[in-house]
């Protein structure tokens, strides 16, 4: 099929040279095309079957992509149901302009010449955060405020979630990404192995493999991490006892907790607690 060209003409905001658009939709399958200009998606809900430079992969809630004018893709929901996102379209000038005043730290080259678009997953607080943001760039304001606007959106976009960028981001399943992510919630750490299985979607085995393989870790370690993490936050912001914050925390005896406790901070529960009430 014969990829149509977009034109920032007719794709953007002449006055301001941007256009943020929320689209909805399951049954809308967008026409292979690229464009003269730049896009960042942000998936908001749903399953989305991305092609791009011909190749398939899924992206969900939280994903943010940042297309290039080189790009080829299209899109369409992956199973049938609805998908949402948010889609903000600027010119070469406004990210050219970008690049002069971050300067040559920022990555230019390699986000424009990486294989496929440059992606990164957001938390559901930092996806809801830039979700207003970009939202606020589609209300009706007179065009100096809105363009003001929008160059600090671009300018928190890129310097927050797109400076470090590197395409071996890619080398990571995404998948085990999404696993890797959704687990630093405590309502996911707690209840432990099971959950992370559920959520990868993957059996144990091919978990195992994948996480020692990207992240040298096991599934059982990263959990107790994340669990030990929870539990010294509990011991400094909160008044529950330690026994209150073991169980809390997933953890299914002391003996156990106490032990891994001072294995990663070298104290025990109640010694952290009282350290930290000295130092303040």
């Known amino acids: 099929m014969e990829a149509k060209l977009l034109k920032a003409s007719k794709h953007t905001n002449p006055?301001?040279?941007?256009?943020?658009?929320?689209?909805?939709?399951?049954?809308?399958?967008?026409?292979l095309h690229y464009h003269d200009y730049y896009e960042l998606f942000l998936i908001?809900?749903?399953?989305?079957?991305?092609?791009?430079?011909?190749?398939?992969?899924?992206?969900?809630?939280?994903?943010?992509?940042?297309?290039?004018d080189r790009d080829v893709h299209n899109y369409q929901s992956a199973d049938g149901n609805s998908f949402?996102?948010?889609?903000?379209?600027?010119?070469?000038?406004?990210?050219n302009a970008l690049f002069e005043y971050l300067g040559?730290?920022?990555?230019?080259?390699?986000?424009?010449?990486?294989?496929f678009p440059p992606m990164t997953i957001l938390s559901q607080k930092k996806k809801d955060s830039l979700f207003y943001s970009l939202l606020n760039l589609s209300?009706?304001?007179?065009i100096i405020s809105l363009h003001m606007e929008f160059r600090i959106v671009l300018f928190q976009i890129f310097s927050q979630y797109f400076f470090n960028y590197s395409e071996d981001a890619y080398a990571v399943p995404i998948w085990l990404e999404v696993a890797y992510q959704k687990m630093k919630k405590p309502i996911n750490f707690i209840a432990?192995?099971?959950?992370?299985?559920?959520?990868?979607?993957?059996?144990?085995e091919h978990l195992a493999r994948s996480l020692k393989q990207y992240y040298n870790v096991t599934p059982t370690q990263y959990i107790a991490d994340l669990r030990l993490e929870?539990?010294?936050?509990?011991?400094y912001s909160s008044n529950l006892s330690v026994t209150e914050i073991c169980f809390s925390c997933g953890f299914e005896n002391m003996s156990w907790?106490?032990?891994?406790?001072?294995?990663?901070?070298?104290?025990?529960?109640?010694?952290?607690?009282?350290?930290?009430?000295?130092?303040?």
Request: aromatic content about 16%.
């Open 104 to 115: 040559e730290a920022f990555p230019y080259t390699s986000l424009l010449n990486t294989s």
């Open 139 to 142: 209300h009706e304001k007179d």
């Open 257 to 280: 907790f106490h032990k891994q406790f001072k294995e990663k901070y070298s104290v025990t529960p109640s010694q952290y607690r009282k350290n930290i009430k000295y130092i303040n």
């Open 84 to 95: 949402e996102f948010i889609n903000l379209a600027f010119t070469k000038q406004h990210f």
């Open 230 to 235: 929870y539990a010294a936050n509990m011991l």
């Open 192 to 204: 432990g192995l099971n959950r992370m299985i559920e959520v990868s979607g993957k059996s144990y």
């Open 15 to 31: 006055q301001t040279g941007f256009l943020c658009r929320y689209v909805k939709s399951n049954t809308e399958r967008f026409k």
């Open 44 to 68: 908001l809900k749903g399953n989305v079957a991305h092609t791009v430079n011909s190749q398939t992969n899924i992206i969900r809630d939280g994903y943010l992509l940042f297309v290039r």
